[in-house]
């Protein structure tokens, strides 16, 4: 006995990755719809060996369907995925809409299981921000063990974190350098992405952060623990696939870098690479395709009494998103919609 499950967002880049990603991790499938906007209907998507149509989610009934997966930005899921809740279908969703609502849990499975019970109150579960996801992982046994006080942190993110058109832009540009003729201004970023970097992700809120940022603290609080404070640059960076974090960390007890190298390395979702010699560190073209989040540069910080710093890499379309919303629906299945 499987699910009756449904993707959201089918031909996006999150949405493809959530199908590669239910077939490589065998969840139980036992009837699948995949959804897009009207424009794609019938556009073709790969589910393991199958090839599945693409409906309308304007249209689509969601009564009857244990669990829908969405990947389609905030508007279209404000609103349809309400329609999904109220039909008894959960909704986990990739989009910021849900994320700070109290009465929504918002989960990364490594961190907070525990919350995975408070789904029922509106049949909708949040899945983080990309960023905040890697980075949780790692900072949830280090805070366990020493108590994080404080988080410095500088991300440096792909393009494929702003969908399929941050990709093709990145790709257009960087061909146009070479062909000055073939002028591609930026579209969906504020400034040439192409051999540049961007300390700009999301709008700008009142205090001189943006958004991204912002999201970063808010989310950090909700997952690990509201007393941890955090402060952010987001920057995109010209990288197809994969966000990168330099992290730092002051904890209330001293944690030596060494103990902190054997927490990350026995705990949930991690892989350590940490080598002091050249390469031995992660970067993101290494990650792509991983369901790991690795860390490297594990050192100690001598400019304060308790400090570590570290680097820390993630294929943000599967931890960030994809990844991360399956899990939840294993956890969903496996704690709460128990099947046979
Ligand atoms: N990329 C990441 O690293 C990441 C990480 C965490 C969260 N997220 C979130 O995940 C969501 C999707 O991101 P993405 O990167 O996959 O974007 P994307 O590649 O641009 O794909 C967007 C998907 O949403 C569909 N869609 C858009 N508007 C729709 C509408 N009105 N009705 C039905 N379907 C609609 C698109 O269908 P069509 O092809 O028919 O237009 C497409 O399938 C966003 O909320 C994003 O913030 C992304």
New binding site residues.
Partial sequence: MGYKVVV??????????MLNILAEREFPVDEIAV???????G?EVTFGDKTLK?Q???TFDFTGWDLSL????????K??APKAAKAGCVVI?????YRYDPDIPLIVPEVNPEAIHDYAKKNIIA????ST?QMVVALKPLHDRAKIKRVVVSTY??V????????DELWDQTKAVYNPTDDKPPKQFTKQIAFNVIPHIDVFMEDGSTKEEWKMVAETKKIVDPSIKVTATCVRVPVFVG?SEAVNIETEDFLDEDEARDILRESPGLMVIDKREDGGYVTPVECVGDFATFISRIRQDSTIDNGLNFWCVSD??RK???L?AVQIAELLGRECLKKG
């Fill in positions: 959201v967002g089918a031909t996006g880049n999150v949405g493809r990755e959804l897009a906007s009207r424009k794609s209907l556009t693409t309308d989610l304007a969405w990947a389609v930005g905030s508007a279209a899921t609103e349809h969703d990739n989009s910021s809409l899945n983080p921000n990309c996801a993110q792909s494929s974190g702003a969908g399929k058109g941050g990709m966000h943000n379309l960030g998103a994809a991360n």
